[in-house]
């Protein structure tokens, strides 16, 4: 019989007693062991048993057309036991660019055009409480965006008439530029460019977008500043994601100007190369052939090639 600290101990004293001890904190002999060793005072048992599921086809990494139809993820996808679908990149060299959020579209859409226009000048805490909501669910998603290997981001909110913006540029600077700033700062930490699209004309709002923290801009229509002026005033600042004017140039079906066009495009953003050429998704929904849109795709290809020794 030992005696620790007053106290008679059996020196039989179980490994089960002596942890009881140890979480109770009352005079254990010594410290609990859980080596994996002969020196263990646990044993490990199931707490629950699960019924085996069903084969599932999905429950390997793999690029799985039905799933990928269903969430509109490129990559490669799986589904567990509960239902869940995950997506990931494998690695390529390919740009890979994700979508973001919306913050003006998502307000125009909860309240309609008219109210959202009327809340900005009316309810102004209004509108920065419903931001606020927007913006928070978006530092939740980049949670789990960041790491997965996206490049960047593209966000999305057509800001613009033909001729000017739809508020003000002092309602903007108190609104919505800093709800973009978090948002932009955020991605930027943790290494993912932005993109943004907007259309219309929003000439106003691109310095306090870049200062925002904009890398890129998708304009579908250049020429509406046009081009020439992008280049000249931001080209050194941020870059255009952008396909010959999709109002002023393509649809004319001229061959003739839109490949001058797309040539002088070529020439305009040369000094800082901020062009990045691309097609529109839809040109079926704004009357242009596609052979339209080749001819300039084939121009601006021959125009930037690089040669076999790796120079334009």
């Known amino acids: 019989m030992a005696i620790i600290r007053g106290i008679a101990m059996s020196d039989k004293m179980t490994p089960r007693e002596i942890i009881r001890r140890v979480v109770a904190h009352r005079d254990a002999p010594r410290i609990g062991w859980n080596f994996s060793s002969e020196h263990n005072d646990f044993i490990w048992v199931p707490g629950r048993a699960y019924l085996p599921p069903p084969p599932d086809p999905y429950a390997r990494w793999g690029n799985h057309e039905e799933l990928k139809k269903l969430t509109g993820f490129s ?19 390919k740009y890979v660019i994700t979508g973001g959020a919306s913050l003006f579209s998502a307000l125009r859409d909860a309240r309609l055009m008219a109210n959202a226009l009327a809340d900005v000048l009316l309810e102004p805490e209004m509108v920065t409480a419903f931001l606020d ?64 699209h907007s259309c219309g004309y929003i000439y106003n709002f691109i ?37 010959v ?21 070529c020439e305009i953003f040369d000094k800082n190369k901020a062009w990045i050429a691309k097609d529109y998704p839809t040109y079926h929904d704004i009357g242009v052939d596609p052979a339209w849109a080749k001819h300039a795709e084939n121009v601006i290809v021959e125009r930037t090639k690089l040669s076999p020794d790796g120079s334009i």
């Open 245 to 265: 004017d999709i109002q002023k140039v393509l649809p004319t079906g001229d061959l003739e100007l839109i490949g001058r066009r797309a040539a002088e495009m």
């Open 133 to 196: 909501c927007i913006v928070e669910h978006e530092l939740k998603v980049l949670d789990y965006i960041a790491g997965t290997g996206v490049d960047a981001a593209m966000f999305g909110d057509d800001w613009g008439t033909q001729t000017s913006t739809f508020i003000s540029p002092e309602s903007f600077r108190e609104l919505f530029f800093p709800q973009y700033k978090r948002i932009f700062e955020a991605y930027h930490e943790r290494g993912i460019a932005i993109f943004l």
């Open 75 to 93: 990559g490669e996808v799986y589904r567990d036991r509960f239902g869940n679908i995950y997506g990931r990149y494998s690695a390529c060299d």
């Open 207 to 243: 310095p306090m977008f870049i200062e925002a923290g904009v890398d890129v801009f998708q304009f579908d229509q250049p020429d509406a500043y046009p081009s020439e002026r992008l280049s000249e005033e931001f080209g050194d600042k941020a870059v255009f994601h952008s396909p």
